[in-house]
């Protein structure tokens, strides 16, 4: 056997190459949480986002949220979510609005349609990473 798969396999072995729960990295799940609605787990939700959202960052604020009904669309809900992070380095107080779309059909487990991001932050050539993101919607799915 050569050297590469014993490596591989060792680390398959500490579970270094699995990927990790929604649960256990600090993700919380619209699928099992029963607090929805608490500041605790939108905090959270936030802190989340904008962690994938950008690197190298602190201090998130959530200023205010809304669960709001989507017209015409019954079992459908958008949570509406303003705060501000800093950045480590440079920026500070960085306003940040985010729109995550909610499939509520089932009222015990909600599922994660879209996340839509904008902030404030405003460097040369620098946008957010929207791929982050879209990976993040499965972690709030388990």
């Known amino acids: 056997m050569s050297m590469c798969k014993l490596a591989l396999m060792g680390l398959l072995g500490l579970g270094l190459l ?70 480590a380095v440079i920026s500070k107080n960085v306003k940040t609005d985010i729109t995550i779309k909610l499939d509520t059909s089932d009222k015990d487990a909600w599922e994660v349609l879209s996340i839509d991001y904008k902030d404030s932050l405003k460097t040369t050539g620098q946008r957010h990473n929207q791929n982050k993101i879209d990976e993040l919607v499965k972690s709030f799915n388990q």
């Not at 990295?25 to 905090?43: I, L, M, T």
């Not at 959270?44 to 690197?55: C, D, P, Q, S």
């Open 18 to 87: 699995l990927p990790v729960r929604a649960d256990e990295a600090g993700v919380p799940s619209f699928k099992k949480a029963k607090d929805k609605d608490s500041k605790e787990f939108v905090n959270k939700v936030f802190e989340n986002i904008v962690k994938a959202a950008r690197l190298k960052t602190k201090n998130y604020k959530v200023e205010k949220y809304e669960y709001v009904n989507v017209k015409g669309k019954p079992n459908r809900k958008e949570l509406h979510i303003t705060g501000t992070w800093d950045g």
